[in-house]
């Protein structure tokens, strides 16, 4: 029976061990799906982001609508591989950037309409 604890104490340190390296893991695929826009120049009268993946259903994908905003942040469903954007400006000049993980894109347009297609990989 004493040899037994020393044996289950390692296997318990095992298991949490890779339970805690695999939460790492994941958390820095979360950061990747997790998009924030910020208009520096104009405001949006609407933002639209739809969600692409080959792995996901798109039809059923949430697409993320709003309406007279210069900052949004919004988490893309699991699986997205890239996603579209499109902005119609509430004036002819419009610029901003994308933000993922860190990385940042910018974007500008003269009239007032600004469409664009992003890949997750390009911020890794």
Aim: proline share 2%.
């Amino acid at each position: 029976m004493k040899k037994l604890i020393p044996l289950f104490l390692l296997l318990l340190s095992t298991v949490v061990i890779t339970s805690c390296s695999s939460d790492d893991n994941s958390s820095s695929n979360n950061n990747l799906n997790n998009v924030e826009i910020i208009l520096t120049k104009g405001k949006a009268s609407s933002l639209e982001a739809d969600p692409f993946g080959e792995n996901m259903d798109n039809d059923l994908a949430d697409k993320f609508k709003y309406s007279n905003v210069d900052k949004v942040t919004f988490t893309l469903p699991k699986h997205t591989e890239y996603f579209t954007l499109y902005i119609q400006g509430s004036q002819k000049q419009l610029g901003g950037y994308v933000k993922i993980n860190g990385k940042t894109w910018e974007f500008d347009s003269l009239n007032g309409y600004y469409s664009g297609t992003y890949y997750l990989l390009d911020f890794k």
